[in-house]
Every structure is written in C-alpha cells, then in structure tokens.
C-alpha cells in the first residue's frame, strides 16, 4: 500500500508539472519566463495576480494550493517552468540542450502574499505552511552549532567511543 500511494502522489505532481510546464511554453507564460532577472534563477511570482479569476487556470489552481502545501506546490512551479525554458532555449539555439540541474533550476519567489502576519502571532499552527511575516530584526548573530553527539578516539589504543550532549556543550 505505501509504494502504491507513493506513486499515485508522483502521478499527480506529474500532471501538475505538465500542465504548468504547457501554460508556460505559451505567450502568457513566456511574459512569466521573461520577468526572470538576467543570470537569476528566481521566477518572480505575483500572488494576488495568480489568484486573480482573470488569472489562467492553471495558476489559479497552483495559487489556491500554495497556502497549505508550499513543500508541494512551489517546486513544481520551479520544475515546470525550467523545463519550460529548456524547451525554449533548444528552440532558439538549434537544439542545444539546456540541463536542468538542482543547481541550474528556476526556483519561484512568491511576492505579495497576504495576509501579512505580525512576527509575535507566528505560532505552530503555521508550521509547514506558506505565510508572509512582518517584523523587525533588531539583533543579528552568528549562528552557533549546537553539537548533539560527538565521536572521539582514544590516541594511545584508537577505540572509538560517542558521547552525546543534553545541554549542547
């Protein structure tokens, strides 16, 4: 039961990053591929206008699926619209391939979501879901490792033996 279920979950991302990847080979999607910064691999994405009725279909129903689902739904955009520029590019340069990589993949930026939560109501609740923050950063730090378990070797018979830290120390 657990293999079927996971292919029929990349069955559905499958189609998903197929009709995305159709919606972006045509004009209206190819005004999304040009907004693309020069040597960035972020595709900006306005929210409120993906979500718009006048928005294509295939938009408004990745932008009803990112509030709940962003670890879903955004790298199939990215996906989508890589292969989309791939294909273009083998169009334009004579079928030189252009790889996507986990490197050389266009990842989307999502820009005016909404609603806008204060940083102090952030609570678990949001955990694995997309929300927009508004704060303040008023101190900023290194950040320090936070060492859990460590391995050590004896130098005079070479036995190795773990320890592991409660406290971090």
Known sequence: PGEYEADETCAGRS???QTLCNFFLTDAGRTYLSSVPERSFALPLDYESIRRPTAPSALQGIAAVIPATPEEALPCIGLAASRA????CEQIADGEPLPVTQDHRL?????????LVPLRSLKGNSVGRFVAVRGTVVRVSNIRQQVTAMQ????????????TFLDYK
């Open 15 to 17: 189609v998903i990053v």
């Open 85 to 88: 520029a791939e294909q273009i």
């Open 107 to 115: 990842w989307p930026r999502i820009y005016n979501f909404r609603p």
């Open 152 to 163: 050590f070797e004896c130098a005079k018979c070479g036995e190795c033996f773990s320890r």
